[in-house]
């Protein structure tokens, strides 16, 4: 297990606010509910784990002079009933929203920020080199219009827990082997709220929030790449109780070109010409993003030769002036028969060169057509 304190980023003497900063950024970048990476949900329980400790004092305190076998024999003292780490995480997976693990003292009460959400976008291929805005629809939650997100019906208002008298919180004594510890916990009648609707809104059932479709335009910009992921602000879930709206994460995935092959900024692709074309030069035309081009086929042009269009290939993101360039293989066809015509014209090409001295006096085909010369 790595030291709680390299799990946050955080020096030994970070204060409890740096604590829950480090926390609350190691945790939206880890989610498994945003980040798809193998091992991203282990890396979001261990973060979990080390704030749990460390935003204990007492925990904390055990943690610095002893390490790990301070806490028990989990990595944690034995909580009893506390449910340990599933509730924890159970609660945590279901989104961003809600207050992080703080060894069960964690207040709800209050605004509280609505989900981040993910939504999976394909693009084509030339969409992604050149850029598009694009509407897309996603289903997420909006503040109520009826009770504007209260929860209760219109002329009505939340009253205060009976439970906890408003505080959000019940607390509970628990025993273990370090001693008697006072367990805070969400109050399970409000959840936290410290408030209880008894006449809830008929449109969104006590809720304050509501699920809809929407439509959103987004802009792609030019030179994304399968796994670019799109940040929109404020397009998540909503926030409860007044609290601000999650952000929308778009990711990405850009469809295969039937002849382009995109490596980083530059683009791959073949061209098949002739034996002749390859010999004599030609301007021939090739596919790119732009569009048909022009490309030079220079005399004595080899098999597997390289040729380079530059600045046909993929924009730099966030710098579309900056263009990579398009990478052509040049493959050289060999006729598979050949007419008599073209047989007799090769048959003289070839005796021209052995007459030149140019030929490989080892080659059957040579020796035979200087043989005839002579």
Do not use: W
């Amino acid at each position: 297990m790595a030291d709680y304190y390299d799990l946050l980023g955080v020096s030994r003497d970070a204060d409890s606010d740096t604590l829950k900063r480090a926390y609350r950024r190691m945790a939206r970048q880890y989610h498994p509910d945003i980040n798809k990476d193998p091992g991203a949900e282990d890396r979001f329980k261990e973060i979990g784990r080390a704030y749990e400790v460390l935003g204990d004092p007492q925990n904390r305190a055990r943690y610095d002079q002893f390490g790990e076998a301070g806490l028990g024999g989990g990595g944690m003292p034995d909580m009893g009933d506390m449910g340990g780490f599933a509730d924890l995480f159970e609660t945590f997976f279901s989104g961003f929203g809600g207050a992080g693990p703080t060894g069960g003292r964690a207040q709800r009460r209050g605004p509280q920020q609505g989900d981040d959400l993910r939504y999976d976008l394909t693009i084509e291929f030339k969409q992604a080199v050149f850029g598009q805005e694009r509407e897309i629809k996603i289903p997420h939650l909006e503040t109520c219009d009826n009770c504007r997100g209260t929860g209760s019906k219109a002329g009505s208002s939340p009253s205060t827990c009976t439970t906890c008298s408003g505080a959000g919180q019940v607390r509970r004594a628990t025993r273990t082997p370090f001693g008697s510890f006072t367990q805070v916990a969400e109050c399970p009648s409000c959840s936290g709220t410290g408030q209880v609707i008894s006449d809830p809104c008929s449109s969104c059932s006590g809720q304050g929030v509501k699920q809809v479709r929407k439509k959103l335009r987004i802009n792609i910009p030019a030179g994304v790449d399968t796994g670019t992921r799109l940040r929109v602000t404020g397009e998540g879930n909503a926030g409860l109780r007044g609290g601000p709206s999650g952000d929308l994460y778009v990711f990405l995935k850009v469809k295969n070109h039937p002849k382009l092959k995109r490596d980083g900024l530059t683009i791959h692709t073949e061209v098949d010409v002739s034996y002749l074309q390859a010999i004599l030069g030609d301007l021939i035309q090739v596919e790119t993003v732009d569009g048909p081009t022009d490309l030079e086929i220079p005399i004595g042009t080899q098999p597997n030769s390289i040729l380079i269009l530059e600045n046909k290939g993929i924009p730099k993101l966030g710098n579309p002036v900056a263009r990579g360039n398009q990478s052509i293989l040049i493959n050289v066809s060999l006729p598979k028969r050949l007419t008599d015509d073209e047989r007799i014209l090769l048959e003289k090409l070839a005796a021209h060169h052995s007459a030149k001295g140019t030929q490989n006096h080892n080659s059957g085909l040579f020796s035979r057509l200087f043989g005839q010369d002579g």
